[in-house]
């Protein structure tokens, strides 16, 4: 019998993380023990008070059946609790917020929300990559943003085609940004809002690393406006909590209650005693407080060891990610390969990976991605080797 893939399957490469992946398990089989910055996976424990909130979850819940589809009502006003102090943005549970298993899954099925075959979706570039297979899968395209230096990493609006403007549903931002770690402005988003406006397209804001700066919190676009606008929120890297899967999306109720006919098709809502950790991990800032004062240390042992072999300055405003360009004369990859020799063993992402070739750029190439997961002990002896390498 022969197996045929679907054609939507075959038209996607491989996925930047899962090859990252693949060479480390490869390193290790060699007898090396890299230092792995590759994927933006937090390594330190969840805090204490979230386990807690969830061990006594489970057994609270022990009978509780099926989650609901958008979230317990209490998860749900922690949210606009939590909004509210944050940002100062009014919510209403009831309406304007819903649980996500996590961002990526949400991420990726909301384009079958809005996107009929042919529409098309704006997203940046280098991004994430569940904005745009989301996309594919609902037999949509994707337009993709390349984000350069000369522009401060933030989206040339001017230079979309009007035909794919004309059939364009949604805008995918996301900032702070990952990789690039460049930061949100009010005149940004207030441009960004002008142009969902004037062109009757969506936007959706990934905003997973609002709580990951080192010293000017970040605002979030709700601050500016909710007509046409969603955002999509995560407790993954805010509180260690990748392997929980629990975010929200918020924002207009029109969007928000399209959404809502989607999801129960989907799955059967966020596991009750995980919105219970949630609720804890929002309801505490003392352990958030901590994770940005570990990421700003390692932030600055890892800035200055490029600095000392006379790199640019990298230094982020925030995320929890350093997007460092090469020397001269290297390619994204071939420098990611320099620092993965045995002597070095430290694991980035290339650049180029993480973005597509548009107008013959590649916007990722000339720089390597590092995450700030690994312990401090470790990012300290990462910094002694990269202090060593020769050109």
């Known amino acids: 019998m022969e197996i045929i893939v679907a054609d939507r399957v075959n038209a996607i490469g491989s996925y930047a993380f899962a090859d990252v992946g693949n060479i480390v398990t490869q390193l290790k089989k060699e007898g090396v023990s890299p230092i792995d910055f590759g994927v933006g996976d937090p390594t330190l424990p969840t805090p204490k008070i979230i386990r807690e909130a969830c061990r006594k979850g489970i057994e609270n819940r022990k009978s509780s059946g099926y989650p609901s589809y958008i979230g317990g009502m209490g998860y749900r006003e922690t949210i606009a609790w939590w909004t509210k102090k944050r940002f100062g943005i009014d919510l209403n549970p009831e309406t304007e917020i819903m649980s996500t298993i996590g961002s990526k899954e949400a991420i990726f099925n909301f384009p079958e929300t809005f996107i009929n075959p042919g529409d098309y979706t704006l997203a940046l570039n280098p991004g994430y990559p569940a904005w745009s297979r989301g996309t594919h899968f609902a037999e949509g395209k994707t337009c993709f943003l390349n984000l350069l230096p000369e522009n401060n990493f933030l989206p040339d609006l001017k230079s979309i085609n009007q035909d794919v403007l004309r059939k364009t549903k949604l805008l995918w931002i996301n900032y702070p940004n990952n990789p690039t770690t460049a930061f949100p402005t009010t005149a940004f988003y207030e441009e960004i809002l002008d142009f969902g406006e004037k062109h009757?397209?969506?936007?959706?804001?990934?905003?997973?690393?609002?709580?990951?700066?080192?010293?000017?919190?970040?605002?979030?676009?709700?601050?500016?406006?909710?007509?046409?606008?969603?955002?999509?929120?995560?407790?993954?890297?805010?509180?260690?909590?990748?392997?929980?899967?629990v975010g929200w999306i918020a924002g207009d109720k029109r969007i928000i209650d399209a959404y809502k006919k989607v999801k129960p098709n989907i799955d059967s809502g966020t596991v009750t005693f995980i919105q219970d950790a949630a609720i804890a991990a929002l309801k505490d800032e003392t352990h958030v407080e901590e994770l940005r004062k570990d990421y700003r240390i390692k932030r600055d042992v890892l800035v200055d060891a490029f600095s000392k072999i006379g790199l640019p300055n990298c230094n982020p405003k925030g995320t929890i990610y350093l997007w460092q360009s090469v020397p001269e004369g290297y390619t994204s990859l071939n420098f990611s390969k320099k620092l993965l020799v045995k002597d070095i063993a430290v694991v980035t992402t290339p650049g180029s990976w993480l973005s597509q070739e548009v107008h013959g750029v590649n916007p990722g190439e000339g720089f390597i991605r590092l995450a700030l997961v690994p312990s401090l002990e470790k990012v300290k002896t990462a910094a002694e080797r990269i202090k060593n390498l020769k050109f």
Do not use: H
């Not at 080192?214 to 260690?240: A, C, H, M, T, W």
């Open 200 to 245: 009757g397209i969506i936007i959706v804001s990934d905003e997973a690393y609002t709580e990951n700066y080192y010293d000017e919190p970040p605002i979030s676009i709700l601050q500016l406006k909710k007509e046409g606008v969603v955002v999509f929120q995560s407790l993954s890297k805010r509180s260690n909590m990748t392997c929980y899967r």
